[in-house]
């Protein structure tokens, strides 16, 4: 798949020094905001305000005011909930399974995927807190405590448990080997600071870091270690988010196929939104010569790879539906593909199976602004995905007269655009105030291969 032309392509551009690389990421952090954050912040923060309005407003009057009804008890919510899981998912790949696997190409991009990780599994988190309604009053009962009760415990065999564990495990791991990663890049910071707030402020997050070798051999034992126990979580969660489905008796539900196909989708919507924030990053911080074409190619033949995987598993569902003989089985796919809900199928397969088959064309695997469109359509497409699996699978069930529509309101999006609002906040937050691209990974690079490429 990898062609020579990427592997002799440089993973560092532009004859850069250690020195330049530690000037050129830590500007970014000491230097005064620019117009463009400014308005971007102004954006987000704007997403966030509207959608807070809608969050107080379902916690004050109740998930009623949602477009559910009682056939379709599941929609916006769980779909949004399951998009935000995915995305978190590429963060853990590229950080712990290449690194695992020894790929240097994941060095300029692993921080700012880390940290959309972080921000992604914090808006998944908040669905199924919100879908309680009155949440204040309940969502300790998710969690295995003692009670005054004494014998009434969580139902450990019910998978939406299994999510709350699943869950709660990647978001420490993630940030802990996020955290982690950071430590060497706030000592840079703090060496170089030159106000004593921000001395102060760099140096507490720095833990004491003093750069000797026996503290660099304990820094990457323990980053293995925490690769090792996050690479089994890449696979683990999103399995356990498709359980929430496949453990059902529900036609379109009920499939073993799930495991595998909601993990290859998860890396697929992922990556995208990788892609989407680091061709934007890119732009606006000028790091061209750390985030190369290399980059965005190997991001794109993973997508590739992911994309077919997820067609086969669309064909493999209808294949299995046919070859089961089940009436209700066979009807809830034709209903998918051509019910009324038939605009929201015919819109995943087009965004997820069909339009990441151009990244087999290496001219458009190396353009940037279609690399950038089709990042966008990708999670378009998986958020559709998400939609077609919940709602067209309850809103025709097995009695004819329970059959029900589901219209959004204003509270399912405005709830949506409030978890893009955090989202993006947040991550606007990190690109400034913390280094956006590993530095002591990337000075790794330049003294272990020499690598000064001029422009």
Same mark, same amino acid.
Request: aromatic letters at 18%; a positive charge; glycine letters at 8%.
């Given at each position: 798949?990898?062609s020579?032309?990427?592997?002799? =392509? ?16 830590c ?73 695992? @696997? ?53 139902? @450990? ?47 507490g ?41 496949a ?31 680091l061709?934007?990053?890119?732009k ?22 992911t ?19 089940? =009436?209700?089985?066979?009807?809830? @796919? ?11 199928y ?17 001219k ?7 690399t ?32 029900s ?35 002591a ?15």
């Amino acid at each position: 798949m990898t062609s020579e032309s990427v592997i002799r =392509e440089p993973l560092v551009t532009g004859g850069k020094t250690v020195h330049d690389v530690t000037v050129d990421i830590c500007r970014r952090v000491e230097e005064k905001p620019s117009k463009s954050w400014f308005l971007a912040m102004a954006v987000s923060l704007g997403a966030l305000s509207v959608g807070a309005y809608f969050v107080v407003g379902l916690l004050w009057d109740g998930i009623g005011v949602w477009g559910l009804n009682k056939t379709v008890g599941w929609a916006w919510d769980i779909t949004n909930f399951v998009w935000w899981v995915g995305i978190g998912h590429a963060g853990t790949l590229i950080s712990a399974i290449l690194l695992l @696997f020894r790929q240097r190409w994941r060095m300029s991009i692993n921080r700012a995927a880390e940290a959309m990780t972080i921000f992604a599994v914090i808006c998944a988190a908040m669905f199924p807190l919100l879908h309680m309604g009155r949440l204040w009053l309940g969502f300790f009962w998710a969690l295995p405590l003692p009670n005054t009760y004494g014998s009434l415990w969580v139902n @450990f065999n019910s998978p939406l448990l299994w999510d709350v564990f699943a869950i709660s495990t990647y978001f420490s791991v993630s940030l802990v080997f996020w955290y982690i990663g950071l430590i060497p890049d706030f000592a840079t910071i703090r060496d170089r600071a030159t106000n004593k707030i921000s001395k102060a402020i760099y140096g507490g997050l720095a833990f004491g870091w003093d750069g000797a070798a026996k503290t660099w051999s304990r820094y990457e034992t323990v980053a293995l270690v925490l690769a090792g126990l996050a690479t089994p979580l890449v696979l683990s969660v999103h399995t356990i988010v498709s359980f929430d489905f496949a453990t059902s008796v529900i036609p379109g539900w009920h499939t073993t196929i799930f495991p595998p196909y909601f993990v290859a989708g998860a890396i697929f919507s992922g990556f995208a939104m990788v892609l989407t924030l680091l061709l934007v990053t890119r732009k606006v911080y000028k790091l061209e010569d750390y985030i190369t074409i290399q980059h965005i190619e190997l991001m794109n033949i993973v997508i590739i790879i992911t994309g077919s995987i997820v067609g086969i598993a669309y064909i493999t569902e209808f294949f299995i539906a046919w070859y089961s003989g089940v =009436e209700a089985e066979q009807y809830a @796919f034709i209903n998918r593909a051509t019910g009324p809900y038939w605009w929201a199928y015919w819109s995943m397969m087009t965004c997820n199976v069909i339009s990441p088959q151009l990244f087999w064309f290496k001219k458009i695997r190396t353009s940037l602004a279609a690399t950038f469109v089709l990042s966008i359509v990708v999670n378009i497409g998986m958020w559709f995905e998400r939609f077609v699996i919940i709602v067209t699978s309850l809103h025709r069930d097995f009695l004819p007269s329970s059959w029900s529509m589901f219209y959004p309101t204003w509270y399912d999006v405005g709830v949506y655009l409030f978890t893009f609002g955090l989202f993006f906040t947040a991550f606007f937050l990190f690109a400034k105030f913390f280094p956006v691209i590993n530095m002591a990974e990337v000075k790794s690079i330049i003294k272990s291969t020499g690598e000064k490429v001029s422009k």
